[in-house]
């Protein structure tokens, strides 16, 4: 199954470091990020993980809850976590989800269906397709998803950005233009008439007949 935003994410249940969690249930009402990794003990998920765990606090100011992914069992999750705080310096409190059967990564498309059905023997580059970002909302469908090739860290500042130009514009009939950092402006969007962005917005710039600019709407 080929996964786009805006398709509702695929619900599953799963062994993870906090237990078994069934995804929709763990989402609830709120935001969550869903993120994947290959294998246990490389090199660059080390490091990611760390940086997530130590930006934790700001996803919970967006109302957005971590959970992560490897293809390994709980067992080999627990012993990466002293190895993941040892180099960052950042503890892993959220879940990491037991992916040794790949059957999260599968039904998430990041492995065919005829990729097996266990981790065992398989190496990073097996799976390094296993290396995605799902930013999932309150309606349980997918926002975004951005894949990197294993070689490249990710970057969670980024994905936090996103996240609040997306939950922004879910409020407001309003986008975000390039490169936008939380309290500039932003675009109104076509669906707007000038005469409704007044009384929405109050006063707005005209760059191009489609491209209006104002400031950015109180969340």
Known sequence: MSLRINQLAPDFTAE??????????FIGDGWA??????????????????????????FDKRNVKIIGISVDA??????????????TGHKVDY???????????KLYD????DAGDSAAGRTPADNATVRSVYVIGPDKKIKLI???PMTTGRNFNEILRAIDSIQLTAKHQVATPANWQQG????????????????????????????????????
């Not at 993870?16 to 249930?25: I, L």
């Not at 879940?95 to 990564?105: F, H, K, W």
């Open 33 to 58: 990020v869903l993120f994947s990794h290959p294998k246990n003990f490389t090199p660059v998920c080390t490091t990611e993980l760390g940086a997530m765990a130590g930006l934790e606090g700001e």
């Open 74 to 87: 709980v067992e080999d999750h627990h012993r990466w976590k002293a190895d993941i705080e040892k180099a």
């Open 110 to 113: 990041m492995l065919p269906e």
């Open 184 to 219: 500039e402006d932003v675009i109104i969007t076509a669906a707007v008439s000038n005469e409704d962005a007044i009384t929405r917005f109050g006063a707005f710039e005209t760059i191009l007949p489609y491209l209006r600019k104002t400031k950015q709407p109180a969340n």
């Open 146 to 148: 951005l894949t990197y």
């Open 16 to 25: 993870t470091t906090h237990g078994q969690k069934n995804f929709y249930d």
């Open 95 to 105: 879940p990491l989800i037991a992916d040794n059967d790949l059957a999260v990564a």
